[in-house]
C-alpha cells in the first residue's frame, strides 16, 4: 500500500514478488484482493473457511515442518532465500555446500 502514500514499496517487495507473480498490476493501483486471488497467484499456500480451520491446518504444518531435520530445514530455508537473487548455478553450488555440511550431522543417519 506505499503506492497510496506517494513511496515506492520499499521492503524489497517490488525485488521478491516479480519473480513469484505477476504483480505490476497490483504495484502500480494498490488493487486490494481476497484470499481467494492470492491463493492462485500463489502468495499463500492454502485458504480456509474460518479462522479456527486456518489455524488448525498452520499448527498440522508446523508439526510436519518441526518433524523434519532441523539442518535440512534450514539449509532448504536458505536455499529458497539465495535463489531469489542468485543464478541457478550458484544456487546449486551453494546447496551443494550445504548438503555437504548435513552429511557431517546426526541428522542424516536419523533420518
Known sequence: QEI???????????QRLPRVCEVRELAYTAR????R????RGLVSAIEPT????RDGALKLASVIASKSPVAVCGTK??????RDHSVEDGLVMQ???NMAALQSE???IA
Open 4 to 14: 497510496d502514500l506517494g513511496l515506492a514499496a520499499d521492503l524489497g517487495t517490488l
Open 32 to 35: 486490494r484482493f481476497d484470499a
Open 37 to 40: 486471488e492470492a491463493y492462485e
Open 51 to 54: 479462522a479456527e480451520a486456518m
Open 78 to 83: 536458505a536455499a529458497l532465500n539465495y535463489s
Open 96 to 98: 551443494r555446500i550445504w
Open 107 to 109: 541428522d542424516v543417519g
